[in-house]
């Protein structure tokens, strides 16, 4: 089948996990008979420097063209500790997430078994833990009215959410539920928050349509604290824009590092995947940041596209580069004496996606940087 991927490298580190991301996919183009069709757009600070604009509207074109988006990252330190900056990297992706209506981002957050050792809580802690976060991405105090009084020394951030944009996402939360171990917990703050208490109220009157579901309710704090005490109680979290941003940079530790969580945001008409973690300014260039978070929403998008195989095709291939240890520095296991590349890392999961056979997988040769499989 033939497919058109709009691609966003964005800044920082994005351009090069996104090119580890495509390399796995021309990797299930191969083997499994596609063509995908990368249309390439800007987005972030690199736009900005190039037209001034974060989300030039060529972009959001390109973007509604197309039949699934990957995204690298966004964000640039010029504009971190600049708060009088009034046009800003991530202008640009908030804009791209509401002119697309991607109301849904779906963040997994897993303990690989392989890396349990580099998480900082404990292993009988993290082990076995596998939940799914919902995220609603267009509503709340992200998209509220925002006003600086004229002195400067008042500002205001509205929240607000509609019945309606609590309904589309808890549907999508509670279908994922049933698929997986049937339970589903609201967090919010319902004990402070207005809209928090509509959300319960919204979350609680659906649940009768998923009887096989079991609801329920966590305020937000008390979820971050539940998060590391015990993650292994949760299947599925449904949390509103901003809980849901702080809560999955929370959960990514339990995966042991942050650059392998991927995402999937989607709306009625457009999906688009990215890994969670951030530009990474530190390591831009250097060939050292962690590609797997990018390829693995690589696979979500495939997914998305209903290629089931060809997802856990790359899925394995993860897998494979984890037991193996040929993967960068930040998750390096301590039996294995070498981290390899950003590059490498994706040449090694499209030589197994080609391959699918690690009988002839020659140790000294990825660590030479040469081809992965002789
Ligand atoms: C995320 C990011 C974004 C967000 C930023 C870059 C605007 O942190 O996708 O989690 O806050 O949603
Ligand atoms: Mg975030």
């Not at 966004?74 to 202008?91: F, T």
């Not at 949760?234 to 509103?240: A, G, K, R």
Request: glycine share 6%; charged share 20%; net charge negative.
């Amino acid at each position: 089948m033939k497919y058109t991927i709009a691609v966003i490298p964005g800044d920082g580190i994005g351009p090069e996990v996104t090119a580890q991301a495509k390399k796995a996919l021309n990797a299930i183009a191969d083997v499994y008979d596609h063509t995908f069709i990368y249309k390439e757009a800007m987005m972030g600070a690199c736009a900005i420097d190039a037209t001034g604009n974060p989300l030039p509207q060529e972009t959001v074109t390109v973007c509604e063209q197309s039949d699934a988006i990957l995204f690298g990252a966004i964000g640039h330190p010029k504009y971190d500790n600049d708060p009088s900056a009034k046009v800003r990297p991530e202008q640009g992706l908030l804009s791209l997430r509401k002119q697309l209506g991607l109301f849904c981002n779906v963040r997994p957050v897993k303990a690989y078994e392989q890396l349990i050792a580099n998480s900082p809580l404990k292993k009988e802690i993290i082990s076995g833990t596998d939940i799914s976060i919902y995220r609603e991405l267009t509503g709340g105090i992200y998209f509220g009215t925002k006003e600086l009084s004229e002195d400067g020394q008042v500002a205001f951030d509205g929240c607000s959410y509609s019945v309606e944009e609590i309904e589309r996402i808890a549907h999508l939360a509670f279908k994922e539920a049933q698929n997986r171990r049937k339970k589903l917990t609201l967090v919010d703050k319902a004990n402070v928050l207005e809209t928090s208490r509509l959300w319960r109220k919204t979350v609680t009157a659906l649940a009768s349509q998923y009887k096989d579901v079991a609801l329920d309710f966590l305020f937000v704090d008390n979820a971050a604290m539940q998060l590391i005490l015990n993650p292994k109680q949760f299947d599925v979290i449904l949390t509103e824009n901003l809980f849901g941003d702080i809560i999955s940079d929370e959960a990514s530790v339990i995966g042991g590092s942050i650059g392998l969580l991927a995402s999937a945001s989607i709306g009625k008409e457009n999906a688009l995947f990215e890994p969670i973690h951030g530009s990474f300014p530190q390591a831009t260039g250097k060939d050292i940041a962690n590609p797997l978070a990018s390829i693995l929403s690589a696979a979500m998008l495939l997914t998305h596209l209903g290629l089931h195989a060809e997802a856990n095709a790359i899925e394995r291939a993860v897998q494979k580069s984890l037991a193996l240890g040929i993967t960068t520095e930040d998750i390096q296991q301590k039996e294995h004496s070498f981290s390899v590349s950003t590059s490498k890392v994706g040449d090694f999961i499209a030589d197994y996606i080609e391959n699918q056979d690690d009988s002839n997988l020659n140790f000294k040769n990825i660590h030479m940087g040469q081809s992965t499989i002789i």
